[in-house]
Nanobody, 129 residues
Framework: QVQLIESGGGLVQAGGSLRLSCAAS????????MGWFRQHLEREREFVIG?????????????NYSDSVKGRFTISRDNAKHTVYLQMNSLKPEDTAVYYC?????????????????WGQGTQVTVSS
């Protein structure tokens, strides 16, 4: 099993920035992708951004973005800490949602939530206008 612990949500004004963190623990050698989804009130969970890597040392890899966040959000990782970060810049009110960290045992960066194996508890991001 893999556990994902998120942190870093909060309230920010439009145009501001936030950074979310997601630390993986447990069988981290079994996962090859991590990413972020978000869920607005009364809407389905949607893919935001993800990254993958090869090997148990989390080396190399690629990134996939939702069109709605390209140029504003970036994902990075600290391989030694098994942690990924979501840097969100130029935030808009429509970015307001609960953000979920996810991980999967394969390297394909699927956008469907059903293809991801592990989930964090979610963290609220609120962007005021």
């Amino acid at each position: 099993q893999v556990q994902l612990i998120e942190s870093g949500g909060g309230l920010v004004q439009a145009g501001g920035s936030l950074r979310l963190s997601c630390a993986a623990s447990g069988r981290t050698g079994s996962i090859y992708s991590m990413g972020w989804f978000r869920q607005h009130l009364e809407r389905e969970r949607e893919f935001v951004i993800g990254c993958n890597w090869s090997g148990i040392n989390w080396s190399g890899g690629s990134t996939n973005y939702s069109d709605s966040v390209k140029g504003r959000f970036t994902i990075s990782r600290d391989n030694a800490k098994h942690t990924v970060y979501l840097q969100m810049n130029s935030l808009k009110p429509e970015d307001t949602a609960v953000y979920y960290c996810a991980a999967r045992t394969g390297s394909n960066l699927y956008t469907s939530p059903s293809r991801w194996n592990y989930w964090g508890q979610g963290t609220q991001v609120t962007v005021s206008s």
